[in-house]
């Protein structure tokens, strides 16, 4: 059986995880999806949170709603990526081992690059619509 790793469950990740399990053989291919949260949050619904057009409940869902049933999950951090032996170390120190690896972890944002921005006016006077501590202040 091959192997199929993802490392992220965001956006792309789950993404890729849905695309893939809809066109490679199940008896030939095991998908296994890696993320270090449980939890999905509908980032483009942030900016209408403000508004009271959506609330935290409608942009906040687990991520094993948007995966497709076969797929393994496993919830936790990717300590080591070792591409010259197939293999990542989980932050729990389980090693697995893949055929294709797909890395799609992600962005984050640093609010502290941009002057003036995490100062004490942070999420009083001055939002961000990119984290949901940022959209429900």
Not at 4 to 10: D, E, K, N, T, W
Not at 11 to 20: D, F, I, V
Not at 110 to 128: L, N, Q, S, V, Y
Request: with cysteine; net charge negative; aromatic share 12%.
């Amino acid at each position: 059986m091959k192997k199929m790793l993802i490392l992220g469950a965001g956006t792309a990740g789950t993404m890729m995880a849905n695309k893939l399990d809809a066109v490679l053989e199940k008896d030939e291919w095991q998908i296994t999806l890696i993320d270090k949260y449980p939890t999905h949050y509908y980032q483009p619904g942030f900016l209408f949170i403000p508004f009271d057009i959506y609330n935290k409940k409608d942009v906040v869902k687990p991520k094993r709603d948007f995966i497709p049933p076969g797929i393994e999950m496993i919830f936790t951090d990717t300590k080591v990526i070792e591409p010259d032996n197939n293999r990542v170390i989980l932050s729990d120190d389980r090693i697995l081992t893949y055929d294709y690896l797909i890395i799609a972890t992600g962005t984050k944002i640093f609010p502290g690059e941009t002057e003036g921005m995490p100062g004490t006016e942070w999420h009083k006077t001055i939002f961000d619509f990119y984290t949901i501590e940022g959209a429900c202040e």
